[in-house]
């Protein structure tokens, strides 16, 4: 089972938030149904056995945040969202 861990994000409280240093992961345990597409796509930021089991800042380079964005959009409920920096 997936735990929050994460911080809270106020405006969807629902939503834990993990940061990293290009983008930022939010997470919604009530839309996971545990395929584990994340898990098995990147586990060097998806592993359910760390805590926090998200880790966004192994993204440190654009190439792998691009790699992080396209692991977040076959999420198929949109339990993880990528969450974009300010620009
Ligand atoms: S890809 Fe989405 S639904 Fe599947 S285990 Fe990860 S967070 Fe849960």
Redesign the pocket.
């Known amino acids: 089972m997936?735990k929050n861990k994460g911080k809270e994000n106020m405006q969807d409280p629902k939503r834990k938030l993990y940061t990293g240093p290009l983008v930022d992961v939010s997470?919604d345990s009530d839309l996971?149904?545990?395929?584990?597409?994340?898990?098995r796509s990147m586990p060097e930021i998806?592993n359910v056995k760390a805590r926090p089991w998200v880790n966004p800042s192994v993204a440190d380079t654009a190439q792998k945040a691009d790699f992080l964005r396209n692991v977040v959009s076959?999420?198929?409920?949109h339990?993880?969202r990528i969450e974009e920096h300010p620009a």
């Not at 076959?74 to 409920?77: A, D, I, N, S």
């Open positions: 997936i997470f996971c149904i545990h395929s584990g597409n994340c898990v998806f076959t999420c198929p409920r339990a993880l």
